[in-house]
Every structure is written in C-alpha cells, then in structure tokens.
Nanobody, 121 residues
Framework: QVQVVESGGGLVQAGGSLRLSCAAS????????MDWHRQVPGKLRELVAS???????VYANSVKGRFTISRDNTKNTVYLQMNSLKPEDTAVYYC???????????????WGQGTQVTVSS
C-alpha cells in the first residue's frame, strides 16, 4: 500500500505565506514526478507546480515568482512554499506522486486527500 498525505494548509491574509508538505510512504521503489494541483468548486483541477526526481520544475503562470516547489528524496516528501498569496489562490491543494513499486515495474499515480488553503482579502 502507498499513502500520500498533505499538511500545512490553513487560513492566511492576502500577502501572507504558507508552506505545504506532502509525504509519500509505503511500498515504494522510486518516485518520479511529484506535483501540486489545486481545485475550487465548479472548476477543473489545475496543475500548480511539478518537480522531477532530478529537481526540474514546472510552474503554472499564475504562481510563477510567488510559489516554490522543492523535494527531499530521502524523505519522499515534496514542499510548496507559497508567498505573496492572493484570494484567488484559495482552493483545495492536492499532492500527486508518480512512482514505481518495484524495479522495472509500471508507474502508478497516487493522490493525497487534499488540504484547504484560504486566503482572505
């Protein structure tokens, strides 16, 4: 079994900062890409930021320059540092880990349960 657990959400005023964490645990051989996505009611889930095992990153245009994704491969953990938060960043933030469970095995995608981020104006 594999578990992906997010933490660090909460309520913050506009202009403030939050740091999200996401840890993957269980029967894991290797983790390829780890992503942060977000979703608001009535809208599709959107990619916020992505990081490969080698450290290459991709960001949504809406968060470039404000959010930073990083990871600790020794802990199977990914972080999202969110600065200069805006009310439009309010959403449920989900972590996704794309991993293998054995050498040469297929890649699976696992999602966390989500953590609420609310930015007040």
């Amino acid at each position: 079994q594999v578990q992906v657990v997010e933490s660090g959400g909460g309520l913050v005023q506009a202009g403030g900062s939050l740091r999200l964490s996401c840890a993957a645990s269980g029967s894991i051989f290797s983790i390829n890409t780890m992503d942060w996505h977000r979703q608001v009611p009535g809208k599709l889930r959107e990619l916020v930021a992505s990081i490969t095992s080698g450290g290459s990153t991709v960001y949504a245009n809406s968060v470039k320059g404000r959010f930073t994704i990083s990871r600790d491969n020794t802990k199977n953990t990914v972080y999202l540092q969110m600065n200069s938060l805006k009310p439009e960043d309010t959403a449920v933030y989900y972590c996704n880990a794309q991993l293998t469970r054995s050498s040469g095995g297929p890649t699976f995608s696992y999602w966390g349960q989500g953590t609420q981020v609310t930015v007040s104006s």
